[in-house]
Nanobody, 122 residues
């Protein structure tokens, strides 16, 4: 199993980024997916998750309205669009896969993790 994130970088506050996560080694469509972030000195924070059924999406309250999670099962790819970036969004962003069908922001429910992509907002 492999999850490879990309799309991070350094951006100015107010800007936007789209993160991607390409999955391989398992049946992507049968797993719910999530985006998590970890800032220095802080714990993993679940920011968005998407289930295996259309419309099953969950966001943490602090990012609602600024983040959009989506998936393309034909491309085995997960996306996270982040708008109106703030300095407090600075973190390493990880994608993860869970064998549950329902989206969850609980990192303990995820089986596979990527290596992360750094987002820095100044």
């Amino acid at each position: 199993v492999q999850l490879v994130e990309s799309g991070g970088g350094s951006v100015q506050a107010g800007g936007s980024l789209t993160l991607s996560c390409v999955a391989s080694g398992y049946t992507f469509s049968r797993y719910s997916m999530g985006w998590f972030r970890q800032a220095p000195g802080k714990e993993h924070e679940g920011v968005a998750a998407i289930g295996t059924f259309v419309g099953f999406i969950s966001y943490t309250d602090s990012v609602k309205g600024r983040l959009t999670i989506s998936r393309d099962n034909a491309k085995n790819t997960l996306y996270l669009q982040v708008n109106s970036l703030k300095p407090e969004d600075t973190a390493m962003y990880y994608c993860a896969a869970s064998d549950r069908q329902w989206p969850s922001l609980n990192p303990a429910l995820y089986n596979f993790w990527g290596q992360g992509t750094q987002v820095t907002v100044s």
